[in-house]
């Protein structure tokens, strides 16, 4: 028992770890497509800097196609990679930052649960249930008050919150692939953004040139290791531990934390504050993600 509570405390710390960073990403992504740059740039600098830097651990490691095959190969660079990046901006283009993040990551452990069911046969028990029946209620609760009782709601904005939607289904896709290809983190790093790099470059520069040239080396330069380094390398590195650790279900579930924090960093960076409905909504997500990742919960002693 002393041992799978030590496994828990360090795949939470992993997925809390990541979690960090992908709220500041939110907000960050959000303030970037709102100023100097787009979701098309956004996606490019995710998947370059990383595709250049780990371009050597894919050609040590290879495609991985053995465990993979073409069209799971295809999943992990479309769920994790460019165009995962492109629809999530583009939905932060659009959406605030709580409503967006409760269903990019917030949704993503609803996505994990089902398709593990469906494909993996993954079951899931009394508890992990009642967590994800806990972050469906927060998300529909901070996006259902927006949707009705925000003056400023529009049908761009629900656009944004369905390419939330859209991309939180694309990296439940990634999630349940790579867990059962059995690929190391920084393996699937590089395949993800090497093999992004690969397909997206091309298609950025046939569409944008060289408009990045025209960004200011500082924010460019912030931009770049944020996203190229922190988000696509760090990050995935500490989400796959927590996913090798705690499972595909177990891992993803810390992705509905992401509101909350995101939130926090929304206020100073974006000035959104959150409504008292966004807090009860964020308090319900809490206790979702700690249910499904299987935290462990107190016994009674009978004597």
């Known amino acids: 028992m002393q041992g799978a509570g030590s ?6 710390a992993c997925g ?4 960090a960073i992908w709220a500041s990403w939110s907000a960050l992504t959000r303030f970037a497509v709102t100023t100097r740059l787009d979701a098309w740039d956004i996606a490019l600098l995710r998947v370059g800097v990383a595709g250049v830097l780990l371009a050597p651990v894919l050609m040590r490691q290879g495609l991985a196609r053995d465990r993979l095959g073409w069209s799971g ?28 993040a409760a269903f990019n990551p917030g949704s993503i452990p609803l996505f994990v649960a089902l398709i593990a069911a469906l494909v993996a046969k993954e079951r899931l028990s009394v508890m992990r249930k009642s967590g994800l029946g806990l972050i469906l209620a927060g998300a529909l609760m901070i996006v259902g008050w927006h949707a009705t009782g925000s003056a400023n709601w529009s049908g761009l904005r629900t656009f944004g919150v369905a390419l939330c939607l859209c991309a939180a289904f694309m990296w439940a896709c990634f999630t349940v692939v790579m867990r059962q290809a059995k690929l190391e983190p920084l393996h699937a790093a590089a395949l993800v ?5 690969v397909i997206y470059l091309p298609l950025y520069l046939a569409l944008h040139g060289i408009r990045l040239a025209q960004v200011p080396l500082a924010d460019l330069a912030l931009q770049a290791i944020f996203q190229g380094v922190l988000v696509t390398v760090v990050s995935l590195l500490l989400y796959g531990r ?3 650790i705690l499972g595909a279900s177990g891992g993803a ?3 509905a934390l992401v509101p909350a ?7 100073p960076l974006l000035g959104e504050w959150p409504h008292e409905t966004d807090w009860i909504a964020i308090v319900l997500i809490s206790a979702g993600v700690y249910l ?4 462990p919960l107190p016994h009674r002693n009978h004597c």
């Open 16 to 19: 809390l770890a990541a979690v």
């Open 292 to 295: 499904t990742s299987g935290g």
């Open 73 to 100: 190969l295809a999943v992990i660079i479309a769920g994790g990679g460019g165009p995962y990046a492109l629809v999530a901006a583009g939905g932060l283009r659009l959406a605030p930052t709580v409503a967006a």
């Open 7 to 12: 496994d828990y405390v360090k795949g939470a």
């Open 253 to 255: 579930a810390f992705g």
């Open 193 to 197: 953004s090497t093999g992004s790099l």
């Open 242 to 244: 927590a996913v090798a």
């Open 261 to 267: 924090l995101s939130a926090l960093i929304a206020i």
